[in-house]
């Protein structure tokens, strides 16, 4: 990106610059514009999507839900709120989950304050009076003091570099872009390439209808069933009674939800006993086995009696020993790439009329007219699904030609890995705040209380530059480069970077492999923003920035973190 996208002529400036601007709304985006106009800033929202919900506008596979329970996956600011949605299932469908955010959009009348089908494109920083002008794919211009970005971890689409993807003739879906009518996939020959979470939901309800169900998988990921339930209506008044504990006890955790390990340590027990805990997390379903003991994610002997165990549940369900061969991870600690949570999915391959195709033993080829050929054969089909991920945590912010006053380009800046303040703050970008994004713990917490733990921070700093009549802040670039070796370094210490993750931007061909969500806790990540405030906001220039004082105060250009982990590039 080396010229601006396009920039603003004075006409084109939709009327006078907002105080706050923020792209995106889904859950980050919303509570964000909610909070700043309650702070009294005039505020604005753009969204791509026609409506709200972020990722649950987008993700509207057969089989999407969240893997994270109902009652702990929405916001906890206002208990009002809480008491009055009722949540119907366990692990909600994304059905479900998007009428909650409509629900709140409704009920804090938060679209006055939007503009929907507005794709930002591109911001630019102007120093002279310290406003963000900001553009959308529609020729739009705004202008603001303070914008933020809440355009998500999981929502610039990963389209695989697959040749010929282009030449298929049939029907091509993506499964982050699920169209909006029904696709009738009954008696189709249908193709999915990728077996993370969306693959792993989508499989079994494609398996139910389409005549012939090819599954491509480059890496087989730990599946555990989720075991999702109605919720009864006795159940729901014990929920409501029991939520102000659950909610204190989430916000004082590691990943903003109430739940602990086996209270022993794995040293302490006998064999028998280790099995017995995994055997009761297993069946408490869902992405909680990853962490069945304390130091699973750092102690590679814990890891490896969870890989033991998850092998035997393998063997068990899958009836060919070949294709059960096939579908057990190997080459990465369980957990290290986010556990997929299922219904079904491994008794999916016990059915006749599906098909794994191991693209370790025999890989992709191309994608032609027809289907896809490998190798070994090639596979005729009507629709072809590709549920191959995210460019994930900076890919949508570095899509965007985000420039700074001293002619920083973003995507630039974060050429070798984000570089950020707590994640929130980007040297060289004053006045630009970004939401759970990298450098946050939000990829690896309970994304709605993980967005209010950041708005509020961002809302009392702004709260207090208003009242201190201060126009820019920018991160400091030695505060920068020190949280990012602290990210890297949480990363370090645990088993995390041995996977070729989309935490560490190893799924998108060309990435810079850096270990990119802060791994170090929720709680302890709010108590280091705290600390960081309670230091009269230490990490940040607070006040205007000169042109002439700018390259004092930015420091040298950073450094890019070293790779967390050399070796080749995963290929299809
Ligand atoms: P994921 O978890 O990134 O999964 C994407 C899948 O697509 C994964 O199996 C990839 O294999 C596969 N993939 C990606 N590119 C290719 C190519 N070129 N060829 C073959 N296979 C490919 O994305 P999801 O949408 O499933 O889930 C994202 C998150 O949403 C999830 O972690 C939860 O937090 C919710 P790979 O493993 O990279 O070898």
Redesign the pocket.
């Known amino acids: 990106m080396s010229t601006p996208a396009r920039t603003c002529d004075d006409g084109q400036v939709a009327s006078g610059a907002v105080d706050v601007l923020v792209v995106g709304a889904g859950f980050a985006g919303m509570y964000a514009v909610l909070q700043a106009r309650r702070h009294g800033f005039s505020v604005l929202g753009l969204e791509a999507a026609s409506g709200v919900g972020g990722?649950w506008y987008w993700?509207r596979y057969p089989g999407a839900r969240c893997?994270v329970e109902s009652i702990d996956y929405s916001y906890s600011f206002d208990e009002d709120l809480q008491r009055d949605w009722t949540w119907s299932e366990r692990y909600a469908t994304q059905p479900e989950i998007l009428r909650y955010a409509e629900h709140v959009a409704d009920r804090y009348d938060l679209r006055r304050d939007y503009r929907f089908d507005r794709r930002v494109t591109a911001a630019a920083f102007d120093g002279t009076d310290a406003n963000w002008t900001v553009t959308t794919e529609t020729g739009e211009c705004h202008r603001a003091r303070w914008l933020v970005f809440a355009t998500g971890s999981?929502s610039a689409p990963?389209r695989?570099?697959?040749p010929g993807l282009d030449d298929f003739g049939g029907l091509l879906l993506q499964?982050?872009r699920w169209p909006h009518t029904e696709v009738d996939l009954t008696g189709r020959r249908v193709g999915v390439?990728?077996?993370?979470?969306?693959?792993?939901?989508l499989i079994p309800r494609v398996a139910e209808v389409a005549a012939r169900l090819t599954v491509?998988?480059?890496?087989a990921?730990y599946t555990v069933p989720v075991l999702n339930r109605q919720f009864a209506p006795h159940e729901w008044n014990e929920i409501q009674r029991a939520y102000p504990e659950r909610r204190r006890r989430s916000w004082a955790s590691l990943a903003g939800t109430p739940h602990v390990a086996y209270h022993k340590q794995y040293a302490e027990i006998d064999e028998a006993e280790r099995l017995a805990a995994f055997e009761a997390r297993w069946r408490e379903g869902g992405v909680l086995f990853g962490k069945t003991f304390d130091g699973q994610a750092v102690d590679p002997e814990i890891n490896e009696a969870a890989r033991r165990f998850a092998e035997r549940k393998v063997r068990e369900i899958v009836r060919d020993p070949q294709t059960a061969e096939d579908l057990l991870p190997s080459g990465h600690p369980v957990g290290a790439?986010?556990i997929?949570t299922d219904s079904g999915y491994l008794e999916t391959f016990n059915r006749g009329n599906v098909e794994l195709v191991n693209?370790r033993r025999d890989p992709?080829v191309r994608i032609t007219e027809r289907g896809v050929e490998t190798a070994r054969a090639s596979h005729d089909l009507d629709v072809l699904v590709?549920?191959?991920?995210?460019d994930?945590m900076t890919g949508a912010l570095t899509r965007i030609d985000v420039r700074g006053p001293r002619g920083d380009v973003l995507a630039h800046t974060w050429a070798h890995g984000p570089l950020t303040h707590l994640g929130l703050g980007v040297p060289g970008f004053p006045n630009l705040f970004v939401l759970t994004g990298p450098g946050s713990p939000a990829?690896l917490s309970n994304l709605p209380l993980a967005a209010e733990q950041q708005v509020n921070w961002l809302m009392e700093l702004l709260a207090n530059c208003r009242q201190r009549g201060i126009r820019t802040v920018e991160a400091r670039a030695d505060a920068a480069q020190a949280w990012t070796r602290r990210v890297d370094e949480a990363a370090r210490a645990t088993l995390f970077p041995r996977a070729?993750?989309?935490y560490l931007g190893?799924?998108?061909?060309g990435k810079p492999r850096v270990f990119m969500p802060y791994i170090g806790g929720f709680k302890p990540y709010a108590d280091r923003c705290d600390d960081d405030r309670d230091g009269g906001y230490a990490g940040w220039h607070v006040g205007d920035v000169t042109t002439a004082d700018a390259e004092d105060l930015a420091g040298p250009r950073s450094e890019p973190p070293a790779p967390v982990r050399g070796g080749p590039r995963?290929a299809?």
């Open positions: 990722v993700n893997d999981l990963n695989p570099d697959v499964t982050s390439i990728g077996t993370g979470s969306s693959g792993v939901q491509f998988q480059r890496t990921n790439k986010r997929c693209l992709m590709l549920a191959t991920g995210f994930a990829g070729d993750s989309w190893a799924n998108v061909s995963t299809t």
